[in-house]
C-alpha cells in the first residue's frame, strides 16, 4: 500500500501562485494545518517515508511522520512553471502566453520551463526508483527462506507495509494518471491531503515498469 500525500500549504499556495522550483518553506498556517490534521489521525501510519527534496515536503514530513527519516527522491521536484512561476492569474491575466496556455487546457509546454511531458517521465523514473527500493527493503525483511513472492496486491502477506510519499500536488497527478488511469487534472487535491493506494508490480526480485498498477482505495 501507498499514501500519497501532497505537502502542506506555503505562503504561495495561499495566494494561488504557480508554484514550482521556487524552494519555499511551510506557513505558519501550514504548519498549524497539518498539525491539526495529524491530532484528528488524518494520517495512516507508514514504514517507509519518501519525500521530494524541496522544503515544503521535506518539513511536512518532519511534522507528519517526525521518528522516520525519509528517503529523498530528487525527480519529484515539482514541475517548472517557467515565466510562470511564483505568479498568479491576477498577474497573468493579460499575458498573452498565458491566456494561450489555459486555452490549450494546460496541455502546452511552460514558456522556457517543462512540458508535462517530460515532467511525467522525471516523475516515472523516481517512482521506478523508489519501487526497486521497496522490491529490495521488503523482499530482505518479508520473504523467509528465499521467497521472493508479490508483496503487494495479489500476495499473501496479511498486512502489506505501507509506504508513505509526501510530495507535490503536480507529482501525485503525473504518478496516478500514468499508473492509475486517472486523467490529469483528475487527480489535484489540497495541501496536506492525498490518497491512500494499493500498489500491484513490486516483487522481491525485479519490478517491470509495465506492471504497475497504482489503484485508490481511500482518501485522506
Known amino acids: 500500500?501507498?499514501?500519497?500525500?501532497?505537502?502542506?500549504?506555503?505562503?504561495?499556495?495561499?495566494?494561488?501562485?504557480?508554484?514550482?522550483?521556487?524552494?519555499?518553506?511551510l506557513s505558519e498556517e501550514g504548519?498549524?494545518?497539518?498539525?491539526?490534521?495529524?491530532?484528528?489521525?488524518?494520517?495512516?501510519d507508514v514504514e517507509y517515508l519518501f519525500t521530494s527534496p524541496m522544503k515544503r515536503c521535506t518539513e511536512t514530513a518532519?511534522?507528519?511522520?517526525?521518528?522516520?527519516?525519509?528517503?529523498?527522491i530528487p525527480e519529484w521536484e515539482e514541475i517548472n512553471f517557467g515565466r510562470f512561476e511564483y505568479r498568479n492569474y491576477e498577474e497573468l491575466k493579460d499575458n498573452a502566453e498565458y491566456q494561450?496556455?489555459?486555452?490549450?487546457?494546460?496541455?502546452?509546454?511552460?514558456?522556457?520551463?517543462?512540458?508535462?511531458?517530460?515532467?511525467?517521465?522525471?516523475c516515472k523514473g523516481g517512482f521506478i526508483r523508489m519501487c526497486h527500493?521497496?522490491?529490495h527493503v521488503l523482499a530482505q525483511k518479508a520473504a523467509p527462506c528465499g521467497d521472493t513472492s508479490m508483496l503487494f496486491g495479489r500476495n499473501r502477506v496479511k498486512k502489506p507495509a505501507l509506504a508513505g510519499m509526501?510530495?507535490?500536488?503536480?507529482?501525485?497527478?503525473?504518478?496516478?494518471?500514468?499508473?492509475?488511469?486517472?486523467?490529469?487534472?483528475?487527480c489535484q487535491v489540497s495541501n496536506g491531503r492525498?490518497?491512500?493506494?494499493?500498489?500491484?508490480?513490486?516483487?522481491?526480485?525485479?519490478?517491470?515498469?509495465?506492471?504497475?498498477?497504482?489503484k485508490v482505495v481511500a482518501e485522506i
Not at 492525498?194 to 497504482?214: A, F, M, P, S, W
Request: aromatic share 10%; hydrophobic share 35%; charged share 25%.
Open 100 to 122: 494561450e496556455w489555459l486555452r490549450s487546457g494546460g496541455t502546452l509546454d511552460f514558456p522556457e520551463g517543462e512540458s508535462r511531458k517530460d515532467f511525467i517521465l522525471r
Open 31 to 44: 504548519i498549524e494545518i497539518l498539525e491539526s490534521f495529524k491530532m484528528r489521525k488524518l494520517y495512516p
Open 166 to 186: 509526501i510530495v507535490h500536488g503536480g507529482t501525485i497527478m503525473s504518478l496516478l494518471s500514468l499508473y492509475g488511469g486517472k486523467d490529469y487534472f483528475d
Open 133 to 135: 527500493e521497496l522490491s
Open 1 to 25: 500500500m501507498l499514501a500519497f500525500i501532497r505537502h502542506g500549504v506555503t505562503q504561495a499556495n495561499k495566494e494561488r501562485r504557480y508554484l514550482g522550483k521556487t524552494d519555499e518553506s
Open 62 to 72: 518532519k511534522i507528519i511522520y517526525p521518528t522516520l527519516c525519509p528517503i529523498i
Open 194 to 214: 492525498g490518497y491512500v493506494c494499493r500498489l500491484t508490480g513490486v516483487n522481491g526480485r525485479t519490478t517491470q515498469e509495465d506492471d504497475l498498477q497504482i
